[in-house]
């Protein structure tokens, strides 16, 4: 059970699980969570920091791609990001990739 | 299958973080958007013979079930038209011996899987095979907590130890497991223990269920019906769970709507958003839809398209929005709310599919009804009529428990 429930920082490294799927649906043009029983529409926001959730990335560097990008600073994009990433995490949506992942 | 997608969770979770629910963004250029989730009953046969089954009484031959090759079809038209997921159900859903080749279809088309399962049929190594084709939610059905109760409701020996088993498989499997639990009168003692057991498994999910009553539930209802009492407490006992557990297991509730004021939206209104593929290709706006005479409904098998048909059929437009309601639903104040209750419960207690549901407290046969399920549930006949293709066989005399009252 304690992979379910996550607290996610800037050294995190989050990744969707296997049964959470982030996909765009043609027929209403929009991007789309699926999760048992559920279908949830993202906002751009959202899907763009999703789409960096491989497990791979950590929180950090994640921020700082969207800093950069956004040429925005960096704190407030940190709190931001962590907010929401908690709020899937909280939902089920995310899992942490595993410590030994480099 | 049990009964409880009657709910339609599909689009109800609570968006707080700029995620919005889906429905509303749906196409405008269609009056009724297709359905993001679609219901499967692949097949009707069954290993258990639980009482209380959702499926017709009048049940789909293996015979006449759709063949690998044109259940792969539909799969592939229903990804086509826009639906994100599906339900294999039944009956037992893994009594097909393609169901791993169906649920990798279902997976190379982009459809999301989950399998609502009695379990029972399951070894590690097909479970391992389904996860492996890409499904990725297991909904396991209990009738109890522990074997005595839990056996005799499902008419199957050895059921419930079966049933543990594949659930902690699946959660070794890493897939997200629902325990679907439906309750009644002879099972809400158990309530409790359930709740734990659910934990203990490490479910996601639970689904507590009251029976619904039509079909074989309604041939079984004065051995079913809670008591008034019973479903005080179960609200208590969920209502205190569903806060001691946040965070660890989601709890929904389904209440019976012998016991409401007002009936339940059944299917979030008929042909609104959602239908369901019968085992022989009918396509139906509710599981119990065939129960209701008079109607006809179109098949997967004929040359109509499956959009076609939910746009367009008889039987889906027959009930849906607001136009064909009776009083007192026309004017009432709540009608866009629960859309006049259940088609097939209303078909089933009063004759005719086109009344108010009588589980509504201002439908003219609601005193009635609700009076007579009252002195049911205060009854002593405990014995059940099980489910099967036979239209049933009523349980040996002397097997059951001394009745668990209030
Ligand atoms: S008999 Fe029980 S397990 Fe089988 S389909 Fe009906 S409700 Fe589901
Ligand atoms: S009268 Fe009809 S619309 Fe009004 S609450 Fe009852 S069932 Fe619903």
Redesign the interface.
Known sequence: ?AS??ISVSETSRPKL???T?L?F????Q?W???A????????E??VEVLQLCDGARSVAQMVDQLAEKYAAPREAIATDVI??LQ??A???FLTEARESTA | MSDTLAGN?????G????????EQ???AAETYG?P??VLLEITHRCPLQCPYCSNPVELDRGSTELTTEEWKRVLSELAE??V??VHFSGGEPTARKDIVELVQHASDV?L?S?LITSAVLLTRDRLSALADAGL??VQISFQGNEPMVADRVAGLKDAHRKKLEVAKWTREL???L?VNAVMHRQNLHQLSDIIQMAVDL?A??LEVANVQYYGWALKNRAALMPTIEQIEETSRIVEEAQVRLK??LAIDYVVPDYYALRPKKCMGGWGRQFFNISPAGKVLPCHAAESITGLEFESVRSNRSIAWIWQNSEAFNRYRGTGWMPEPCKSCEFREDDFGGCRCQAFALTGDAGNTDPACALSPRHEEIFKQAEQESAGTQNRFLYRNFAGGTLEADGHQDKPHGA
């Open positions: 059970m379910r429930n699980p296997r049964h799927k996909k649906d043609e027929t209403r929009v789309v969570i699926l048992p029983e559920r279908v949830l529409a993202p906002d926001i959202a907010a929401m709020d899937l909280d939902k089920g | 969770k599909t689009t109800t979770a968006p707080t973080d700029g995620l919005a629910v889906l963004t749906r196409s297709i993001l989730a038209l826009g994100l997921q982009g999301y989950n990725s939610h890493d897939m997200p629902t490490d996601d999910r965070g660890t």
